[in-house]
């Protein structure tokens, strides 16, 4: 595991951060519990019955706030209500009688993914809320055999083992639809059996097609919302369609004809090709990666990947957002490059969506490839590609496009904290170069409305809004963040736990009223103080991590109980870790790993000793003893040290890292290499 143990020995009084962030832990389990405990049966079934993705939603966290030191029940929890989802949503299952569906209940899993009777969800955005909680049992407990061979039978539908959801085209290296999942990919809507919304209405093909092509009809896109009629006489910008139909003319779909032709159209132009969305399945992939350690989810990936990376180039440094059948581009445009269904054109901030794939792509390739800078490209290039299309404001504020139409760039607007920031921040943290530090810096400068050293109150799903302020105290402009941050979470998550006490629902109320429960298990601070990382990205990313821990003593993961943690320092080759042991008589053993798949290695740690001259049995003259600062240092090579702590001791850690010079794995420190298969 590790030869190399290092001993705290100062003894101070215990940081803010340090006892808000064991505080923090403390609330978070607390609210966890109660959640648990008021909006979920026994064996893990909840109350509420959604798209899937919500339902997944909304318990997920557990499994990553278990990693990181939460208590051991959360893992329990998390597993116990993932396979009761699962079975819950699935079609396999199978109603006994005296147990009439929910009005809301519609099977939406096939083979235990996402099938397409919910197409709108089928889609990477979806999908990459729902697969939060599944990837977060990796990190957990990777030797559970359930999860294991799930990640391989999820992975399998997507690089072409799976003749039951034929997603992948191996000769063209794309995905073969936008949407897609266990049952394949969606390539045409007419065998569409059709799709339950609120109040058991059902809309057919038909109505499926006018929702994405006419938002102006279906009131709130993708959100189970009813049909609406359009009082609209005025003709919509086909953008969907163009070139082929420039405007799409009112209540198309009243003329049969023409609306055959139309849905023939959108199969065609819409469905039947690839999207930048689908970069988000490298995560699925890598995922069976940290498993298994088989090449050929590695080799999947970086393939995948680099026939993103060849658009790009060919397109003129623009990231093309639809691919044809053949591969080709724009195939079904006239070479068209934009129009695709969650494209450049989808809305008047469209980056916002497109961009989640080219951030969980660049990432699982960078860390699959160990670092080759080549696979940050994907991300890179278009964060560049903004800033050359960029203009400024009356205010001097910078704007870059953020749509495309048929008049070329059809919106400007900010790198926005909520949406855009996250793009910059984790392109930083995965090469932590200077280049990309100075992409960050540009919008930095041209950035004129914000604040950027705020630590807005938010659950994880606004996890964005954060990743400024955390740039800026690793840039040494924001030395209050780690306190402000940790602050914000205990605010938000306080807050859900009081609305949790004051709901007085019966159960029957709860069901009844089918909303969705509140999720306090909000996890980002820890993440980003304990692990000095970007919080994980919410539709789907992988964990990215500088350091994380184990507990020596229970065998587990996370930091022990009473020792907080915090990355006070991060470079391309260092990183500064402070440990602090909040109790006053238990001696705690932390083991630290470089990266959150140990895919760095520390190369050296500096420390300072403080023992005492004192050695003699007189409480008072110890108490008066000198304590002498030595400067220590220690030769890791290697993945992992430990550090014990005694109580109320603490410990700053200048460590050096060889980072991606590992193959990544979920293997635990104690599994030598490779996680064990049973």
């Keep these: ?19 808000l962030q064991r505080s923090l832990f403390d609330l978070v389990a607390a609210a966890g519990d109660l959640a648990t405990e008021k909006y979920a049966r026994p064996d893990g079934r909840v109350y509420h019955f959604f798209d899937v993705d919500d339902a997944y939603e909304s318990r997920s966290m557990r499994g990553a706030f278990y990693a990181l030191g939460g208590p051991s029940r959360f893992l329990d929890i998390s597993k116990r209500e993932f396979n009761a989802i699962t079975w819950m949503y699935s079609e396999e299952r199978i109603l006994p009688d005296g147990d009439p569906p929910h009005p809301m209940w519609m099977p939406q899993l096939r083979n235990e993914y996402w099938n397409l009777d919910v197409p709108f969800n089928a889609d990477w955005f979806h999908m990459g809320e729902g697969n939060q909680m599944f990837y977060d049992f990796g990190v957990a407990d990777p030797t ?71 938002p102006r009809s279906m009131g709130d896109f993708g959100h189970r919302n009813v049909l609406q009629e359009n009082p609209s006489t005025e003709p919509l910008t086909a953008t969907f369609l163009y070139p082929i139909v420039k405007e799409l003319e009112p209540r198309w779909y009243e003329d049969e004809s023409r609306r055959e032709e139309v849905i023939d159209l959108f199969e ?161 943290h995965a090469s932590m170069s200077d280049t990309d530090y100075e992409i960050v810096d540009a919008v930095r400068r041209g950035d004129k409305s914000s604040d950027w050293n705020e630590s807005p109150v938010a659950g994880d799903r606004g996890g964005a809004n954060g990743e400024a302020a955390r740039f800026q105290y690793y840039d040494g402009k924001n030395p209050d963040w780690p306190v402000n941050v940790l602050k914000s979470d205990y605010q938000y998550v306080s807050r ?37 990382t970007p919080a994980t990205l919410y539709n789907g990313g992988m964990l990215r991590a500088t350091v994380r821990y184990f507990d020596a003593d229970e065998h587990r993961p996370g930091l022990p109980p009473d020792v907080a943690a915090l990355v006070d320092e991060l470079g391309s080759e260092k990183a500064g870790i402070h440990l602090v042991n909040t109790s006053v008589d238990e001696t705690r053993r932390v083991i630290v790993q470089a990266g959150a798949f140990g895919e760095h290695s520390f190369t050296t740690v500096n420390y300072v000793d403080e023992p005492l001259d004192y050695d003699e049995g007189n409480p008072g003259r110890r108490n008066r003893a000198d304590h002498k600062s030595v400067n220590s240092s220690v030769s890791v090579d290697g993945k992992h040290f430990s550090v014990e702590l005694p109580p109320m001791t603490s410990i700053r850690l200048d460590c050096g890292i060889d980072r991606f010079s590992n193959d990544p794995s979920y293997a635990f420190p104690w599994h030598d290499g490779k996680v064990p298969i049973e």
């Design 144 to 214: 559970d055999p359930t999860n294991r061979e799930r990640a391989r039978k999820f992975a399998g539908m997507y690089i072409g083992e799976d003749p039951e959801a034929p997603n992948w085209d191996p000769e063209h290296k794309m995905i073969r639809s936008p949407l897609h999942g266990g049952a394949g990919p969606m390539v045409n809507v007419r065998d569409h059996k059709g799709i339950v919304h609120i109040g058991g209405e059902v809309s057919d093909y038909v109505h499926l097609v006018r929702n994405w092509l006419d």
């Design 1 to 19: 595991m590790t030869d190399i143990k290092i001993t705290a020995t100062k003894i101070q009084t215990p940081p803010a951060w340090a006892l």
């Design 496 to 532: 859900m736990h009081e609305s949790m006490l004051w709901d007085k629902r019966s159960v029957d109320q709860i069901i009844e009223d089918n909303n969705w429960p509140p999720n306090p298990v909000v996890i980002k601070a820890l993440v980003q103080t304990t692990m000095g």
């Design 268 to 428: 065609k132009m819409i469905l039947q090709g690839d999207e930048p969305a689908n970069l988000c399945t490298t995560a699925l992939v890598t995922n069976a990666y940290l498993y298994t350690g088989e090449e050929k989810y590695k080799r999947w990936v970086l393939e995948y990947v680099d026939s993103w990376i060849r658009r790009i180039e060919e397109n003129d440094g623009i990231i093309p957002d639809n691919v044809g059948p053949t591969g080709k581009v724009g195939e079904a445009r006239e070479g068209q490059w934009w129009g695709g269904l969650h494209g450049w054109s989808a809305s008047e901030r469209a980056i916002d969506r497109l961009f989640l794939g080219l951030i969980i792509g660049a990432e699982c390739a960078y860390l699959l490839s160990g670092g080759d800078d080549h696979y940050l490209e994907v991300l890179r290039s278009q964060c560049r590609m903004l800033l050359d299309n960029a203009k400024t404001g009356e205010d001097g504020q910078l704007l870059v496009p953020t749509s495309y139409g048929p008049n070329g760039w059809a919106s400007y607007g900010e790198f926005t904290i909520r949406s855009g920031y996250p793009h910059l921040m984790h392109l930083w």
